[in-house]
């Protein structure tokens, strides 16, 4: 596994167009920057995943639900409100923002601001928001702390990132929400409880 590195080291590898892992408060993630490459490939590549799934964004604050999101109804800003940062993933119709690459095949993206001062601090050297997707090949558990990394992914990276709060890890991923219908509905249970949710609606 490559030496944990810098978060200079890791902003100057995504603005370079790379792959790297980094700490988010739920789990490890594997991320791009979303300026500095053409599409999610490198993603699916490294994880093996089915391309037929959506990869969310990880976005520096409540305002880019509105930057990268179209037509975004007011429970969805609500539910940002209450649990940003946190782990709660809202799917919203894309806007002209988001490059057509990084759209799901009904045109949406999952937006989600991460409870992680490591994180936070990636995306704003960056400028910009990460391409996120849980640091593990697909199939197998999302890593809670670095250690648990999957050591041939992790070296197919050249960057991975470490912080002093990687005890602190949930190890439980973000809730996701489909915000783009009639109502809100519950894509994945996760950290945020259905009856948290509900209490808002």
Not at 12 to 31: D, H, Q, W
Not at 168 to 197: F, L, M, Q, W, Y
Request: charged share 20%; aromatic share 4%; with cysteine.
């Amino acid at each position: 596994m490559p030496t944990p590195r810098s978060l200079d080291e890791a902003a100057s590898a995504l603005k370079r167009g790379e792959a790297v892992i980094f700490p988010t408060e739920t789990v490890y993630g594997l991320g791009v920057s979303v300026e500095a490459v053409a599409g999610p490939d490198v993603l699916y590549s490294l994880k093996e995943r089915d391309r037929g799934k959506p990869i969310s964004w990880l976005v520096a604050g409540c305002d880019d639900l509105d930057r990268y999101g179209a037509h975004v109804p007011d429970l969805a800003r609500k539910l940002a409100r209450a649990y940003w940062p946190g782990a709660l993933t809202l799917i919203v119709e894309a806007s002209d923002a988001v490059p057509p690459a990084f759209r799901s095949a009904a045109g949406s993206i999952g937006l989600r601001m991460p409870d992680s001062a490591t994180a936070l601090a990636l995306i704003e050297a960056v400028g910009c928001p990460l391409a996120t997707t849980s640091a593990n090949p697909s199939g197998e558990a999302a890593p809670g702390a670095i250690d648990a990394l999957d050591p041939q992914l992790a070296a197919r990276v050249n960057v991975v990132l470490a912080d002093e709060a990687d005890d602190d890890k949930s190890g439980v991923a973000s809730t996701v929400i489909d915000c783009t219908g009639d109502a809100p509905r519950i894509v994945r249970e996760g950290a945020v409880t259905p009856a948290a949710i509900a209490a808002l609606s």
